[in-house]
């Protein structure tokens, strides 16, 4: 079965600083991944995709992940937040051709700190 | 284009009531979902339907049925709720060729008492 690890629950990062969210995926077969932002009150946007090809994936909101399949890694990243980043993040797994739906994270929340 | 739409956005129930949750996509998708978000739960799959006149169950089904009224609408009943059904329901929405990528609509929010 699949899953997917988001080990923080909870990241502090300065506005202006640096982000790396994590995620770690289990899938036999080649995974879709994807990144999906979720403010306070809201539903879900994606931010991003990896199907396949370039490993290095742009997004919307200059966000960026990068596709390891070593290390079954799919993590997200921005060089300098802002403080309308503040959000919940979730990553997810889906299968190739799969209309029954993705397996979430449990989500890292993120808080700006001015 | 409204993309998903749910209704309503918040409802407050009895233990024991039933209601019904709407969800309609106007993006001509032929998938659509419905999932469950709780606290430190992240979202997880109640059922799915991959096209019109299909419906499958997900991760967590049970006090839960679906309906898919026709390719734009995609409805969840809760026939007789629960404590444990207070959560915030999401219905999700995908297009036949990039089927794995969802859009999701603004949420519903259900308080069981």
């Known amino acids: 079965a699949q899953s997917v690890t988001q080990p923080d629950i909870h990241i502090t990062v300065s506005e202006g600083a640096s982000l790396e969210l994590r995620c770690n995926y289990s899938?036999?077969?080649?995974?879709?991944l994807f990144w999906y932002v979720q403010s306070p009150g809201q539903g879900l946007q994606l931010l991003l995709k990896y199907f396949s090809g370039d490993t290095l994936v742009q997004g919307i909101k200059g966000f960026e992940a990068e596709f390891k399949r070593s290390q079954s890694s799919f993590n997200l990243r921005k060089p300098s937040v802002h403080w309308s980043d503040a959000a919940e993040y979730f990553c997810a797994v889906g299968a190739r051709g799969g209309a029954d739906g993705l397996t979430f994270g449990k989500g890292t929340h993120l808080i700006i700190q001015p | 284009n409204a993309g998903v739409t749910q209704t309503p956005k918040f409802q407050v129930l009895k233990t024991g009531q039933s209601m019904t949750l709407q969800c309609a996509q106007d993006m001509n998708h032929n998938s659509m979902y419905w999932y469950r978000q709780d606290p430190g739960m992240g979202l997880r799959l109640i059922y799915y339907?991959?096209?019109?006149?299909?419906?499958d169950k997900g991760e967590v089904p049970n006090g839960y049925n679906v309906s898919r009224l026709n390719k734009r609408e995609f409805s969840l009943r809760l026939e007789s709720a629960a404590p444990s059904q207070t959560s915030v329901y999401f219905c999700?929405?995908?297009?036949?060729?990039?089927?794995?990528?969802?859009?999701f609509g603004p949420g519903t929010r259900l308080l069981v008492l």
């Open positions: 999700a929405s995908s297009w036949a060729r990039d089927v794995e990528t969802q859009y």
């Open positions: 339907s991959a096209s019109e006149g299909t419906t």
């Open positions: 899938y036999g077969a080649t995974p879709y």
